[in-house]
C-alpha cells in the first residue's frame, strides 16, 4: 500500500510539474524599449499586449529596457519572442540575427516618421549650421531619431562627426529627456522622434511649448514590431492577425488610440532601406 500511494504520488507530482511547464511555455514575452514612446503611455502598451495575449490565447507579459541595445541582447537570446523596436535596431538585428517583421503601426495616416531637430523657442538659431559649438542632446547611439539620422546630416552636411561638430554632446536615454532638456535650456538642441513630440504637443504640451522645430528630416520608416526567427509559424500567424485586426474592435480601437496608432499593416521591409543606406554612408565615413 506504501508502494502505491508513493507511485501515486510521484505521479501527482509529474502532472503537476508538466501542467506547470506546459503553461509556462504558453506565456509569451514581449518587449517595449523604453524610448519607443513617452513613459506615460506604457499602460496603454500594457492593454494592448493584453488584449492581444486574449486574441491569440497566450497569456502575455511586458519585458521593459532602458536602451536600445539591451532589448537587442534579449531578441538575440531569444528572451523575448517579440518586440516594439526603433527602425535603426530593426535594421541591426535583421542583419546580425535574422529578426522579421511582424507588423508597424500607422500613425497619423502613414506608416513613416521624421526626425525633429528642437531648439529652445527663443533660441536665435535658423538651421542646424547654428547649433555648432554648441550643446546637443541625443537618445540613445541605436536610434533612428535620435542618434542616426543627426550624425547623418552633420557628417554630410559639415563632413564632421557629432564629436567635432558640437561643443558638447549628452545622451538622455529617452526622447520625453531630450526635450525636457531643450525646454530647460539643458541643450541648445536635440534630436527626438516626430512621433513622441507629436503626441507630446498634443496631450501634455508642457515642455514641447517650450521648444520649437528648427530642422525635419526626410520620411523614414516607422518603428516596427518584430519576431525572433525561431518564433513559431502559426503563433506568428496568429499575432499578425490579431494586430492587423485591433483596429476594427471598438475596445482594440481605443486602446490603440491612446498611444496615437490608427491601425496595424503589415510593412514592406523597403521602406527601411534608406536607414540602411545611411548606416552604411556612415560606416564608410567613420573610415576617412
Same mark, same amino acid.
Request: glycine share 8%; net charge positive; proline share 8%.
Given at each position: 500500500m506504501k508502494k502505491r500511494s508513493l507511485a501515486l504520488s510521484l505521479l501527482a507530482a509529474t502532472l503537476a510539474f508538466s501542467v506547470t511547464a506546459a503553461h509556462a511555455a504558453e506565456k509569451l514575452k514581449i518587449g517595449v524599449a523604453a524610448m519607443i514612446s513617452p513613459k506615460e503611455t506604457f499602460k496603454y502598451y500594457q492593454d494592448l499586449l493584453n488584449y492581444i495575449g486574449e486574441k491569440v490565447g497566450l497569456e502575455v507579459e511586458l519585458v521593459q529596457k532602458p536602451t536600445y541595445a539591451e532589448m537587442d541582447g534579449l531578441l538575440k537570446n531569444e528572451e523575448v519572442g517579440v518586440a516594439f523596436v526603433c527602425s535603426g535596431p530593426y535594421v541591426k538585428d535583421k542583419a546580425e540575427f535574422g529578426v522579421e517583421l511582424l507588423v508597424a503601426p500607422v500613425s497619423y495616416g502613414q506608416p513613416f516618421y521624421h526626425a525633429y531637430i528642437i531648439v529652445p523657442k527663443d533660441s536665435l538659431a535658423?538651421?542646424?549650421?547654428?547649433?555648432?559649438?554648441?550643446?546637443?542632446?541625443?537618445?540613445?547611439?541605436?536610434?533612428?531619431?535620435?542618434?542616426?539620422?543627426?550624425?547623418?546630416?552633420?557628417?554630410?552636411?559639415?563632413? @564632421?562627426?557629432?564629436?567635432?561638430?558640437? @561643443?558638447?554632446i549628452m545622451f538622455t536615454k529617452s526622447h520625453d529627456k531630450s526635450i525636457e532638456a531643450v525646454a530647460k535650456k539643458l541643450a541648445d538642441g536635440a534630436a527626438v522622434d516626430s512621433l513622441i513630440f507629436d503626441y507630446a504637443a498634443k496631450?501634455?504640451?508642457?515642455?514641447?511649448?517650450?521648444?520649437?522645430?528648427?530642422?525635419?528630416?526626410?520620411?523614414y520608416g516607422i518603428p516596427p514590431i518584430v519576431v525572433t526567427k525561431a518564433m513559431d509559424p502559426a503563433v506568428k500567424a496568429k499575432l499578425r492577425d490579431a494586430f492587423l485586426k485591433v483596429h476594427e474592435d471598438p475596445k482594440g480601437k481605443e486602446i490603440i488610440s491612446k498611444i496615437m496608432v490608427d491601425k496595424f499593416i503589415v510593412p514592406d521591409d523597403a521602406n527601411y532601406d534608406s536607414v540602411r543606406e545611411m548606416e552604411k554612408w556612415l560606416k564608410e565615413f567613420a573610415k576617412i
Open positions: 535658423k538651421a542646424m549650421s547654428d547649433l555648432g559649438g554648441k550643446k546637443f542632446a541625443f537618445t540613445d547611439p541605436h536610434s533612428n531619431t535620435g542618434y542616426i539620422v543627426p550624425t547623418y546630416m552633420i557628417g554630410k552636411g559639415f563632413s @564632421k562627426t557629432p564629436e567635432q561638430f558640437f @561643443k558638447e496631450t501634455n504640451p508642457q515642455y514641447t511649448k517650450e521648444t520649437r522645430i528648427l530642422e525635419k528630416s526626410p520620411a
